[in-house]
């Protein structure tokens, strides 16, 4: 009977396995949003409102910096290959070492929240980031959606800080 179970958990790492290493090595389709061509992300957000601004990342794949609710965010480009060929986003916005980042906190965020996850790094920062999988492309009403969602997402983790930490709105 153990053999049934190992061949049936050996099969389902093989599927996952396949997804997880997909690559979107096929020209992005005319009015998609791609990881895979940097300039669709940045035509999608500068449509959106946004001032974003392309760079690179310490391994030289395809960054996006802007801001949004009062906060710096990073858009970085994941499953490059050689920095290009990329099949997903990370939104991302760090906040510094503070003696309140904890794990507890994230935790107590990341009970009632769906898209955005947040953590702390051994390294004491606080980290919120939404992932977004772009293989094949998104349509341009679907990527306005994912940055609708990062929007107000990042309006209620002020409000979340506010609740959690006790903090008062300036005046």
């Known amino acids: 009977m153990r053999i049934v179970y190992l061949a049936a958990a050996a099969a389902a790492l093989l599927v996952t396995t396949g997804a997880a290493q997909a690559q979107d090595r096929k020209p992005c389709g005319e009015g998609l949003v791609c990881a895979s061509d940097p300039a ?13 601004k392309q760079t690179v990342d310490k391994q030289g794949d395809p960054m996006i910096e802007s801001d949004e609710a009062a906060y710096h965010f990073d858009v970085y480009f994941y499953g ?36 955005l996850q947040a953590s702390v790094p051994e390294d004491g920062r606080f980290l919120v980031a939404y992932d977004v999988a772009t293989i094949g492309g998104l349509n341009e009403r679907n990527f306005a959606d994912v940055l609708d969602w990062w929007s107000s997402m990042l309006g209620e983790l002020g409000e979340f800080f506010q609740k959690e930490l006790d903090l008062k709105p300036k005046a």
Not at 40 to 52: I, Y
Not at 81 to 94: A, G, I, M
């Open 40 to 52: 669709t992300v940045m035509r999608a957000m500068e449509k959106a409102g946004l001032k974003p």
């Open 80 to 115: 490059c290959e050689q920095n290009k060929n990329c099949d997903s986003l990370r939104f991302e916005v760090t906040f510094k070492k503070e003696a309140e980042n904890s794990a507890d906190l994230a935790n107590r965020w990341n009970r009632s929240k769906r898209f």
